[in-house]
Each structure stands twice: as C-alpha cells, then as structure tokens.
C-alpha cells in the first residue's frame, strides 16, 4: 500500500501546514530551525527571544489504551517527557541550551482521563526539568492551562510552550554546504541519562505505528482511540497486543511503542559551548523524517545518506506489517537517529566521541555535495536502493 499515512488522515510533511504559514514573517535568521524574535522584553539589541509549541501528536491515545488494559500509570511519565523534548531539542538546534520557561496545554475528556492521570502528568513535568539541571540545562515549569473539553478530545492532548531569551551571537543558523559530513545520533538503546532502553519511536508516525501495529481488538474495545470515518483496512490492522513480547526487544509491545522521546542536550549543550563555529546545522529529524534536512537546504546541493545507522526493530517491525514503501517510511519516521549535525570531518570525530560518553551511538551518516538542479535534493541509501526526494 502507498501513503499509508495520507489514508490515515494525517501528514508526514505537514504540506497543508507550511502552506499555511508561507507568507508569514521568518524572524531575525530565516534559516535557523526555529523562529526567532527580538528582545521584547528588555529590548537588547544584543540578545533574541525565542517561543515554541509542540504536543506529544497521537501517542497519548497509546498511552491511554495501555494504561487502559494494564492500570500502569507509569505510561504517562513517557507522554511527558515526549512533549517536552519536542520544544526543547528544536530549540537546541536553534542554539539555545538552557534558560527555558514552561509552560503545559493539557485538553482532557474528563469522563475518561481521571484526576489521577493529571497527577502524573504535572508532576512529572517538574520531576523531568530538575532531572536536566545536573547537565546546566535551566528549565522552569510557570503553570499553564488544563482543560475540559470532552466535545472536543475523545480523550487526552497534552501539549507545551517553551520560552527563552538568548544572546543573539548562540543563534544557530542553519548553512548546509558541500564538503561538510552528515554525524547521525541514534534515536534507539539507552543513554547514560536515560532510565530505560528506548526503541527510537520518537513523537512522529504514532498513528501509522499504531494501527500498522496493533490488533482490531483495539477498534472494538475501545473505539473511542479511532476517527470513524477512516477506511477499515487501514485502523487497527496489525497483529500485536500492547502486552505482547517482541523478539529483539527487551520490552512488550506498548514500551516499545511507548519508548520517550529522547532530549540530546546532554550531548548538544557542552558540543555548542566548545564547537559551535565549527558545525555548519543542527537538525531535529522529527516531522518529514529523514527528509527533514530539505527544508533547510539551500538551492544546488545534493545530500547523500549512504551510511545509515541499522533500522531499529521497531522500524522493521511498522514496514512489514503492512509492507510500507521504503520512501515512505524514510519521509514519515527518523529510522534510527533523530538528531543531524553538519560539520567537517574533524569536528565530526570529535563529536561520535562526545556521544560515546554519553553511550549514544553516533557515526558519519553522509554527506553533502554539489547538486545538479536548482533544488536542494536528497538520496537515501537504502539495501541496495537509491531513494531520490523530493
């Protein structure tokens, strides 16, 4: 079947929404990976504000269903720390490493998200920011808004926005050029900071992972988790249960799927303090997968990725189930590290050995060349085959 996630009612590239806000301002550098604004506040010519939203997209509907069937409120640490990271590492790769306020958006259908769940939610959130100060990262949580809106969410949206100020000479633009290499940092296994073994799912593609996953028992015991008017071959169409083992994995299925979106702070914060002239881009691999770098491109290059990190089971495991297109799964998921630094060759060792400390994979993925059209273009490597975007 071809685009899966299309069908589902959702969108890799998020196409209707950069259509949306293509005529809208761009801030001081176009070209950093997240929008930055003046100093409003004191009005600092030397310094830049910076303010992002993100949310944790579909996975809390699996948190649900698991906390569901097992009572496991443990389930929603993981939610938190997903939409968190979605802020906080894009605002990393705008150059900003510390100094972040915080602030929740929870949406709650209250007659199925109990009080007990909000517990956990906003205590984690507190326990998770105290957790990035042992590594200089300044987080603070300044409250925000919870909400019951049961005719609008069928059960629960959790969301953050994140606020800074930095100096304007930290601002990481973004200057992808030839000659530079491409460092990947795995998304998958277990960092020194890290409390579990993580399968590298992330925040993007929950919603194919799910119903390329799990089992139709889910659409009749909880039908509440699916919008109706979804074709049927594509809702629930797996063979999985949450609690089921998984070779290859030391987790069930719901942890697997359920694995917290890993922060690179730890690795980027110290990185920037010491090589920040020398990396030319920091990209987040989130939405648009692995072609996430080609927003960011410039006209006339050509970015080869021909020494990819090995799939994680989890990957594997959402292609086979409904045999989706291998372009596909590069455009929708980060297939294995969800962190790019372009850099020389150099500073690139230097940065796999900073990541080692830290026991996070990391290698030269790829590269960047001259390009032969007037588009910034991007060849995947994949078993054999040259996948070719856009």
């Avoid at 929008?35 to 509907?61: E, R």
């Avoid at 799910?210 to 809702?235: G, I, M, Q």
Wanted: charged residues 20%; aromatic residues 8%.
């Amino acid at each position: 079947m071809s685009d899966l996630y299309a069908r589902r009612g959702v969108s890799s590239g998020k196409e209707d929404v950069h259509a949306a806000i293509s005529h809208l301002d761009k801030g001081l550098y176009p070209n950093a990976f997240c929008k930055i604004l003046p100093d409003y506040f004191a009005h600092s010519s030397a310094h830049a504000c910076l303010l992002h939203t993100d949310t944790a997209g579909t996975k809390p509907i699996l948190a649900y269903l698991y906390w569901r069937e097992t009572g496991d409120l443990d389930v929603w640490k993981g939610i938190v720390e997903d939409a968190l990271v979605m802020n906080l590492d894009d605002m990393a790769c705008a150059g900003m490493t510390t100094g972040f306020v915080v602030s929740s958006n929870i949406a709650r259908n209250k007659a199925r998200i109990p009080g007990e769940v909000l517990g956990v939610l906003i205590a984690h959130a507190d326990a998770y920011l105290n957790s990035l100060r042992k590594y200089g990262i300044e987080a603070w949580l300044a409250g925000g808004e919870t909400a019951d809106v049961g005719d609008l969410v069928r059960t629960l949206d959790v969301g953050y926005t994140v606020a800074g100020r930095m100096a304007r000479d930290e601002v990481m633009e973004i200057n992808i050029q030839p000659g530079q290499v491409i460092v990947g940092v795995a998304s998958s296994g277990q960092a020194s900071y890290e409390q579990s073994w993580n399968s590298g799912i992330g925040s993007n593609g929950l919603t194919s992972a799910r119903h390329d996953l799990l089992a139709s028992y889910y659409k009749v015991h909880y039908p509440e988790t699916l919008e109706p008017s979804l074709e049927e071959a594509v809702t629930y169409a797996g063979k999985y249960r949450l609690t089921d083992p998984i070779a290859g994995v030391p987790v069930d299925v719901g942890h697997m799927i359920l694995s917290p979106t890993r922060t690179y702070l730890p690795l980027l914060r110290p990185l920037l303090a010491e090589y920040r002239s020398k990396i030319g881009g920091l990209i987040h691999c989130t939405g648009g997968g692995q072609t996430k770098c080609l927003h960011f491109a410039p006209q006339g290059v050509h970015i080869v990725k021909d020494n990819l990190m090995e799939i994680p089971v989890i990957f594997r495991e959402i292609q086979a189930a409904m045999h989706t297109p291998w372009k596909e799964m590069y455009r929708t998921f980060n297939m294995g590290h969800r962190l790019e630094i372009y850099t020389d060759a150099d500073t690139a060792q230097v940065i796999i050995e900073q990541a080692a400390s830290l026991h996070l994979q990391a290698q030269v993925v790829g590269r960047v060349e001259p390009g032969a059209g007037p588009k910034a273009t991007l060849a995947v490597h994949h078993a054999g085959q040259v996948l070719q975007y856009p």
